[in-house]
Each structure stands twice: as C-alpha cells, then as structure tokens.
C-alpha cells in the first residue's frame, strides 16, 4: 500500500458497526492499516448505542444497515445528534433507506476500502 | 305566374285518372302492380319494372307472386297476404322478394284491395339497406352485450367527460352500484378514497392522449375489500357519437401483491449475494495474511470456499428456514472423507436440533476448520484417533444446543499444530461465533486430541424433538 494510503485516516476514531464477524474484522483491520483507531466492532444496536454513551471522542463511522433481525438505525439517529459524519455499508438497494437519510452515503457490499477510507477522511 | 302559363300551354288540367296515371308512372322508387283478384298482372309501372327486372310487356298477364321468393310462395304467402287484404282493406307485405335474375331484396310493401273488387295494388319499396344496416347494428349491439357480460372484466360506457353512461352488469354485482347510481359520477362512490384524484384526473390526460388509463382501488360490495384495478377507457369507434367511450376494468389485485413480493426477495436475494461476496472477501484477505505460500493460500482458501458453497446449498433447500445441525455436522464431515469408512472411528449422536439459518454459515466455517485440523493432524489421520461429535439442548427458558466435538487417540504434537491454520480456527470459535450468534465456546488441545464445546441458540419457531 503506497505510503499516502496508510496514512489516510490517521489518528481518526472510527466506529464500526457490522453483525457478520469476518466482514467487521477485516474492515476494521483494513481501516486500521489505513491509520484509523477502531471504536468497536460491534454487532448490534446495543453495543453502538453502549459505546456511544462512554463518551469517547468519534470521528466518523461505517454502519451495517442489515444487523440480524435489527435495523442499524437507531445508531444513525444517535450519530447525527451528535454531529458525527457516517456512512452506511449495506447489501440493499437504496429503498431500504429511510427518507431521513437519503443524503447519508452508501457504500454498497464488497466494500471498495479505498473509496470508504477518502468519504471517512473528510 | 309563369309556371301556370308554361302549364297550361296547349293543354287543359289532367283528368283525375290521367293524374293516376302521371303519379303511377313518376313514382320510379316504388314498385306500383296492379292484379287481378287471381294475381294475375294487370298493370306495372317503371318502378316495378326497374326493382324487379321485369318489362311490363312481358310480365302483364303473368303471375303476379312470381315477385316472391319460393320458399313463401310454396308457404302460401301471396294467398295469405290476399285474404288479409280482402278481409282487412289491407295487408303489410315486409319481406325478402326476389327479382328476375333470381337476386333478392327487402321489400316494403302494401296489398290494397282495389275498390271495384276487381282485384289488388301492391305499392312496395326496396328497404334492403336500411334493413341490413338494422341487422348489422342488432349484430353488433348483441356481440357487444355478449362480450360485455361475459368477460370477468367490468365493462363501461362513458362521455370523454368520465361520466358513465352504462355499467355492465359485472360492474353493478362487483360494486353494489345499481345503473341509476353509476350513471355520471356516481361510479366514483366505488373508487378508494385515496385513489378518487388521480382517477378524476386521469380524464384529462385521456382527451388529450386518446386513452384513459388508470390503476385504483374499488370496493368490492361482497367483502367491503378495496381491490386493485386496472382500468382502461378508449373511444369506441362509433362514427354516429365519437364522444362515446368504451372501458373496463381489470383486477390486478394479485399481481400486483407478486410484484410487491417479487420486489421484496429480489432486494433480499440481492442483500444475501452481496454480503456472501463481502464474506468471501473478507475470509480471502484473513487467508492470505495468515498464508506463508500461494500454495498454501490456495489450498486454505479453496476448503473455505467448499464449505461456504456447501453451506449454501443446504440453506437453498430449506429456503432459507431452519436448519437440521446434524445436516451441517455430516454434511462437513463426508466433504472430510469422515474417516475413510473405518468402522467406529467417527461417531455423530444427538437428537434433532433446529438451528436458525443465519446460524449457519458462520457455524459451518467452524466446523470445517475444527474437520480440516482432524484431517491434517488429528483425529482423522493418525490411525488410532477417534472422533465423536454429540449434540443436546440445554437450559430452561432459554435453551440452547450445545455441540461437543471429542477426539481421542490422538499423539499431540509439540506446539499443537500448525500456528496459521489454529490462529484461523480459533479465532473463528473463540471470537467469531461468541460476536455473531452470542454463543459460548470452549476449544483446548487436550494430551489426546481437540475438545471443542459450543453452545448456541436453536430456532425458537421450530423446536426439536429432544
């Protein structure tokens, strides 16, 4: 990886909301490579919702939209409360996607890592 | 006044026979003969002889029903029409007649008794055309009815306007709307309430395009149920009335309900195949970091890729609902040759435990690493070794399967297999399973082979019977 690469997220915080255990640690290790430091990964509604209330400082995160029966929602609502930027990972179509986030980037499954890491960089 | 000068000129008025005569003779639409009270041809004017095609001069004398067709001559049909005439002072004469060259026409017609008694006068027209016109529109008008009250569509007569002015009797059973009430608008009563604009609107698009089109709910009188309709007007090709419209409406109610749920599995299809694509690569890159050779990443990544297909399979056939455990144990363990058909060396027990199917892909991936480390180094290569995998439920009101994967006989290497290929396998057992299905896992290299215990939920919709 070419050295501005890895450096693209450099010293960010970001948060990584995936249920499938193979697909959140390979993004996390990803962005990780990138010089990102990752809040979780967690799997659910409760544990984003759980490491949000620790307070620590976030700079953006990548969520799940599909989490088992759940829906990643309730994180996104909390997320712009907040004023932390975000972008959603999912294998559905857009109109899954309430109107309240139709302005909320998607990146669509396979992740195109390189792609995510400049949207999560700004 | 000039003309009764030019009248007048070297004649004096006409007798009231020559007057006869003269309107006799001009009358040439109408067939005028006069007969004997035998029928016999007494007189035949030019419209006579221009309808029928008979020269006075070689019909005067002969017999008058020869301008009948034979089948009602044979049927006593000139006798009838003469006595009707004698006993009444006259007799309709309304039928098909034939001329000389055999065609036919409609004629119609009156049989007058002359005064004298000393025969009749038959006065008769050709109405053929009006007469097939008539049938052509009863044809028509019977074929529109047939068609309109047979088809299972509702079918509509309406003004450019939307306003109705006929309902076929489909329409008045499905909505309850008798013809009275769906005359004009009223037929907007059956429209669901949030489908009433865009179907008034549509009239508007309809004058300028040519055709009304237009899908909306309307009541169903039996139920109270709003089905969806397709409903489609074009004016019918009436030249007398070209604001007269034709329509129905179509049920489309279950199609529309597949589209829907076409709609919802393919987006579901598409979520499966593009977080399988994501799986797979994320297991590609985690192979190829912990893989000190392509030889090696191949072979790894390959034995992944079976048991993901594998896996993928069996939740094709079950369609995506629960799944046997003991399917997916077997299922890996044949793919792993299940010990080369040594008789005891491999033993699966346990009663039947539904898992639910998002279980089962990462469980699979488990499985396979636990059967891939027997072939290499455990269990299932060393002569001796033994493999048993039981299952059960446990716990009360949460209960869960719990698998024990049990080997025996087995010489333990020094440092416990290879590094690569444990630090997969363990990891996906000691942090995969635990993260994704909150399952409690226990995995030791124990002096005589691996013991493996994992605890995870079942399918609550389908319980087993054990």
């Given at each position: 990886m070419a050295e501005g690469e890895t450096s693209a997220l450099s010293g960010r915080r970001v948060l990584v909301v995936e249920d499938d255990y193979l697909i959140a640690d390979d993004l996390a290790r990803s962005l990780e490579q990138l010089g990102a430091t990752i809040l979780g990964p967690t799997g659910s509604v409760k544990g984003a919702l759980a490491l949000l209330a620790r307070g620590e400082a976030i700079d953006a995160a990548v969520l799940d939209i599909n989490l088992g029966a759940e829906k990643v929602f309730p994180v996104a609502d909390a997320l712009i409360k907040e004023g932390v930027p975000f972008v959603f990972a999912t294998g559905y179509d857009h109109w899954i996607v309430p109107d309240t986030f139709s302005r909320v980037r998607r990146f669509e499954k396979p992740i195109d890592i390189r792609a995510l890491a400049r949207a999560l960089s700004k | 006044m000039p003309e009764k000068k030019n009248r007048g000129i070297g004649r004096d008025p006409p007798t009231s026979d020559e007057l006869l005569r003269l309107v006799v003779e001009s009358a040439t639409d109408f067939a005028i003969i006069a007969m004997d009270d035998?029928?016999?041809?007494t007189s035949w004017n030019i419209g006579a002889g221009r309808l029928l095609g008979y020269a006075e001069d070689e019909i005067?004398?002969?017999?008058?029903?020869?301008?009948?067709t034979p089948e009602d001559r044979a049927a006593g049909a000139p006798e009838r029409e003469r006595l009707e005439a004698a006993a009444r002072g006259r007799a309709e004469d309304e039928r098909w007649h034939q001329r000389k060259d055999g065609s036919r026409f409609w004629g119609s017609g009156l049989l007058m008794p002359l005064a004298d008694g000393s025969g009749f006068v038959k006065i008769m027209r050709d109405l053929t055309e009006r007469r097939t016109a008539q049938e052509g529109l009863r044809e028509r008008e019977e074929l529109f009815r047939l068609l309109a009250t047979s088809i299972p569509q509702l079918v509509f007569r309406t003004r450019a306007s939307g306003e109705r002015t006929w309902g076929s009797p489909q329409w008045v059973s499905f909505t309850g709307l008798s013809l009275e009430e769906s005359l004009g608008f009223g037929w907007l009563d059956a429209v669901h309430p949030d489908d009433k604009e865009v179907t008034a609107a549509a009239w508007t698009t309809a004058r300028e395009t040519g055709e009304y089109r237009v899908e909306h709910r309307l009541q169903r009188?039996?139920?109270?149920e709003y089905r969806w309709h397709q409903t489609v007007a074009k004016p019918a090709a009436n030249l007398d009335d070209p604001g007269d419209w034709v329509g129905t409406s179509t049920d489309i109610h279950e199609m529309r309900g597949l589209q829907e749920r076409q709609k919802v599995l393919l987006a579901e299809l598409q979520h499966r195949t593009r977080n399988l694509l994501a799986l797979v690569q994320s297991i590609a890159r985690k192979t190829l970091r912990s893989s000190s050779s392509l030889d090696e990443f191949a072979a790894e990544f390959e034995g992944r890729l079976g048991a993901l297909g594998r896996v993928q399979g069996i939740l094709a056939r079950v369609d995506h609902r629960a799944i046997d455990l003991r399917e997916l144990v077997e299922v890996e363990l044949k793919a792993h040759?299940?010990?080369?058909?040594?008789?005891?060396k491999v033993t699966m027990e346990g009663p039947t435990v539904m898992l639910p199917p998002t279980s089962a892909q990462v469980l699979t991936l488990a499985i396979h690493e636990l059967a891939t480390n027997a072939v290499k180094y455990g269990a299932l290569k060393q002569p001796s070794g033994r493999l048993a995998i039981t299952w059960r439920i446990e716990g009360g009101t949460e209960p869960r399967a719990v698998l024990d994967w049990h080997e025996s006989g087995v010489q333990m290497p020094d440092r416990g297999g290879h590094p690569g290929r444990r630090g997969y396998g363990r990891e996906l057992i000691e942090r995969a399973l635990p993260y994704q299905l909150k399952a409690e896992t226990d995995l030791r290299f124990g002096p005589d082979g691996v013991h493996c215990r994992i605890a995870t939920a079942i399918e609550r919709e389908e319980p087993g019977d054990g």
């Amino acid at each position: 990886m070419a050295e501005g690469e890895t450096s693209a997220l450099s010293g960010r915080r970001v948060l990584v909301v995936e249920d499938d255990y193979l697909i959140a640690d390979d993004l996390a290790r990803s962005l990780e490579q990138l010089g990102a430091t990752i809040l979780g990964p967690t799997g659910s509604v409760k544990g984003a919702l759980a490491l949000l209330a620790r307070g620590e400082a976030i700079d953006a995160a990548v969520l799940d939209i599909n989490l088992g029966a759940e829906k990643v929602f309730p994180v996104a609502d909390a997320l712009i409360k907040e004023g932390v930027p975000f972008v959603f990972a999912t294998g559905y179509d857009h109109w899954i996607v309430p109107d309240t986030f139709s302005r909320v980037r998607r990146f669509e499954k396979p992740i195109d890592i390189r792609a995510l890491a400049r949207a999560l960089s700004k | 006044m000039p003309e009764k000068k030019n009248r007048g000129i070297g004649r004096d008025p006409p007798t009231s026979d020559e007057l006869l005569r003269l309107v006799v003779e001009s009358a040439t639409d109408f067939a005028i003969i006069a007969m004997d009270d035998g029928g016999k041809v007494t007189s035949w004017n030019i419209g006579a002889g221009r309808l029928l095609g008979y020269a006075e001069d070689e019909i005067l004398g002969g017999d008058g029903d020869i301008v009948f067709t034979p089948e009602d001559r044979a049927a006593g049909a000139p006798e009838r029409e003469r006595l009707e005439a004698a006993a009444r002072g006259r007799a309709e004469d309304e039928r098909w007649h034939q001329r000389k060259d055999g065609s036919r026409f409609w004629g119609s017609g009156l049989l007058m008794p002359l005064a004298d008694g000393s025969g009749f006068v038959k006065i008769m027209r050709d109405l053929t055309e009006r007469r097939t016109a008539q049938e052509g529109l009863r044809e028509r008008e019977e074929l529109f009815r047939l068609l309109a009250t047979s088809i299972p569509q509702l079918v509509f007569r309406t003004r450019a306007s939307g306003e109705r002015t006929w309902g076929s009797p489909q329409w008045v059973s499905f909505t309850g709307l008798s013809l009275e009430e769906s005359l004009g608008f009223g037929w907007l009563d059956a429209v669901h309430p949030d489908d009433k604009e865009v179907t008034a609107a549509a009239w508007t698009t309809a004058r300028e395009t040519g055709e009304y089109r237009v899908e909306h709910r309307l009541q169903r009188v039996a139920d109270g149920e709003y089905r969806w309709h397709q409903t489609v007007a074009k004016p019918a090709a009436n030249l007398d009335d070209p604001g007269d419209w034709v329509g129905t409406s179509t049920d489309i109610h279950e199609m529309r309900g597949l589209q829907e749920r076409q709609k919802v599995l393919l987006a579901e299809l598409q979520h499966r195949t593009r977080n399988l694509l994501a799986l797979v690569q994320s297991i590609a890159r985690k192979t190829l970091r912990s893989s000190s050779s392509l030889d090696e990443f191949a072979a790894e990544f390959e034995g992944r890729l079976g048991a993901l297909g594998r896996v993928q399979g069996i939740l094709a056939r079950v369609d995506h609902r629960a799944i046997d455990l003991r399917e997916l144990v077997e299922v890996e363990l044949k793919a792993h040759e299940n010990g080369n058909g040594v008789p005891g060396k491999v033993t699966m027990e346990g009663p039947t435990v539904m898992l639910p199917p998002t279980s089962a892909q990462v469980l699979t991936l488990a499985i396979h690493e636990l059967a891939t480390n027997a072939v290499k180094y455990g269990a299932l290569k060393q002569p001796s070794g033994r493999l048993a995998i039981t299952w059960r439920i446990e716990g009360g009101t949460e209960p869960r399967a719990v698998l024990d994967w049990h080997e025996s006989g087995v010489q333990m290497p020094d440092r416990g297999g290879h590094p690569g290929r444990r630090g997969y396998g363990r990891e996906l057992i000691e942090r995969a399973l635990p993260y994704q299905l909150k399952a409690e896992t226990d995995l030791r290299f124990g002096p005589d082979g691996v013991h493996c215990r994992i605890a995870t939920a079942i399918e609550r919709e389908e319980p087993g019977d054990g």
